[in-house]
């Protein structure tokens, strides 16, 4: 089990927002970065696609293209120049089917 590499210290009175990642519903404050938002979930953004470790980024300024992930529409976006929005879908983990 993995657990959050961020925690919340100050503006901790900015609204909330809910997103969902995985299927599941995160809170999240107004204005966290899509990065911010993974790493307090579960301290992890994506599965490397050569070994499968988790991920959770690493410059955090859009440089090194370590965060990239997909929304449950297809559409690919960088974690940590993301600003999360309410009714985000963030898939992680692809469906399985039987």
């Known amino acids: 089990m993995y657990s ?3 925690h919340r210290i100050a503006e901790t009175d900015r609204p909330k927002i809910v997103l969902t990642v995985d299927g599941r519903p ?6 966290d970065t ?6 307090r979930h579960d301290g992890w953004v994506r599965d490397s696609e050569f070994d499968g470790q988790r991920r959770a980024g690493f410059c ?10 997909t929304l449950a ?10 600003v999360a929005r309410t009714g985000m879908a ?8 039987d």
């Open 4 to 6: 959050p590499r961020f």
């Open 26 to 31: 995160v809170d999240a404050a107004d204005g």
């Open 34 to 39: 899509l990065l911010t938002v993974l790493m």
């Open 60 to 69: 955090a300024m859009g440089a090194c293209q370590d965060c990239w992930l």
């Open 73 to 82: 529409d297809g559409q690919r976006l960088r974690a940590c120049t993301t």
């Open 90 to 97: 963030i898939v992680r983990k692809p469906a399985t089917h």
